[in-house]
């Protein structure tokens, strides 16, 4: 199964780009990488996905590396609301396999 | 915006009830999943289903039992609620066409088990 590797924590000034890196050295081909986050107390919300291409919309952008063993999320003006955790999962099969994830703190 | 709900929020009752946990979506999705997690957790699959009439067991083994009659309702019980249940379960849902549709989640409900 393709997992994925993510720093457990970083900060991030607000107005400024936060730069969220993803490990997943084992995803195979057809694996897409997803990214997800979780305020306290909430369910976690889909932000992007992708399986190449980099991909943009509103909440963020997905950069994939040409080898497609790392990825980034890019939260382009960071908030205070942006503060949370961030999840990059490698779906395998039917299950999504969220691992502990960045806890990203956005700094007035 | 996904439209996928969780009954109650919270919910704190004795040992030994029997403990049913709703979740509805309405988006027409044909596959739904339901999640334990942990506080500072990582979420672990306990269920999914496919569609009506099927239902699967995932990674990690669960004393609770699921349902699923209608395509917009996926309920979770357990049937004699012990401490050892006391978590926070999530439930998401997805379309069943293509292979890499994103999981689209409840905002859970935080079980506490005296």
């Known amino acids: 199964d393709a997992k994925t590797t993510q720093p457990p924590s970083m900060d991030c000034a607000e107005g400024r780009a936060a730069n969220l890196p993803c490990n997943h050295s084992t995803i195979s081909g057809n694996e897409y990488v997803y990214w997800y986050r979780q305020i306290h107390s909430q369910g976690p919300q889909y932000i992007i996905h992708?399986?190449?291409n980099n991909e943009t919309n509103e909440m963020a952008s997905l950069i994939i590396t040409e080898d497609r063993k790392s990825s980034t999320l890019i939260l382009p003006h960071a908030t205070l609301r942006d503060t949370a955790v961030y999840y990059c999962?490698?779906?395998?099969?039917?299950?999504?396999?969220f691992g502990t994830g960045t806890s990203l703190t956005v700094i007035p | 915006e996904a439209d996928i709900y969780q009954t109650p929020r919270y919910l704190v009752i004795g040992t030994g009830k029997k403990i049913t946990l709703e979740c509805s979506q309405t988006m027409g999705h044909d596959k739904m999943y339901w999640y334990q997690q942990d506080p500072g957790m990582e979420l672990h699959l306990i269920h999914y289903s496919y569609g009506v009439n099927s239902t699967e067991k995932g990674d990690l083994s669960s004393e609770s039992t699921v349902s699923r009659i209608r395509t917009e309702h996926f309920p979770l019980t357990l049937e004699s609620a012990r401490p050892s249940h006391t978590s926070q379960y999530l439930c998401?849902?997805?379309?069943?066409?293509?292979?890499?549709?994103?999981?689209?989640f409840g905002d859970g409900t935080r079980l506490s088990i005296l």
């Open positions: 999962i490698v779906r395998s099969g039917n299950q999504f396999y």
């Open positions: 992708g399986l190449k």
């Open positions: 998401a849902s997805s379309e069943f066409s293509g292979s890499n549709q994103p999981q689209h």
